[in-house]
């Protein structure tokens, strides 16, 4: 790795590394190296651990509510292969990894950006820390935690509270963005609602969309239209005015407000 490609990963990671040969080791692919020992696999090995416990860290935070088996299917969507690979593409990871000749033709398997991602978060963590490594995680991170949080549970939430506003309120909700942070690549929006003069807790997610619905379940539940059950999901308990015990938050007709 020249001077140039240092830079431009340094660039990327927003980190200057006090040892070069972290980052230069974090890029080699086993096909470069004359054994693996002397490739990014040790780094990968030690990198998944350390995503898997921000990751672990963030759920936890994030989401008071949920119970272990929740958080854990999250955290499974968070860490996946495919999407570690998301995001090393995103970062531009594959156009600086070190390939052997055969390795440079065609398409790179989606495998090689992942690993490379993991590689990275372990060379960071080893040159800075974990707090460190924490940094450069969370804005990458957050933004995907909030889709698989949301995911399975989103649909009518803006429904039932546009429904629920106008019945029992006298009012439409209204949405508010309070933050957005994040590279173009990994938005992370906050989103507040409004209903009348109340204004409920603010939703996360990777789009205005995932956030809003966020918001709006935040807001249900927060005007016990919405329980959390044991299992950490949300079911309705009253409707209109009306007791609906055991009701599906996904019982709402589909063509209202989305």
Known sequence: MDQAQ???LESIVGHVFADASLPELALRHASMSESRV???????????????????????QLYPHLLEGEMTKIKSTVVSR???????????????LELGKGMKSG?????????????MVAAIYLDAGLERARRFLIP????????????GHQ?????????????????????VV??????????????????GERRFAAGRGASKKQAEQHAAMLAL???????????????LIRRNGRAGEGESAHAEEPGGAA
């Open 6 to 8: 240092r830079e431009r």
């Open 38 to 60: 002397a490739s990014n696999e040790r780094l990968e090995f030690l990198g998944d651990a350390v995503l898997g416990l921000v990751a672990c860290e963030r759920i936890y």
């Open 82 to 96: 495919q999407t570690c690979a998301a995001i090393g593409d995103g970062l531009g990871l594959p156009d600086l």
């Open 107 to 119: 398409a790179l398997p989606h495998s090689l950006s992942a690993a490379a991602l993991e590689a």
């Open 140 to 151: 990458l991170l957050d933004p995907r935690i909030a889709e698989a949080a949301a995911s």
């Open 155 to 175: 649909e009518n939430y803006k429904s039932i509270l546009q429904h629920h506003a106008q019945s029992e309120l006298g009012g439409a909700p209204v949405y």
């Open 178 to 195: 309070t933050c957005e942070s994040g590279p173009d690549h990994s938005k992370l929006f906050e989103i507040s609602v409004r209903v």
């Open 221 to 235: 539940a927060e005007m016990g239209v919405l329980a959390i059950d044991p299992a950490g999901k949300p079911r």
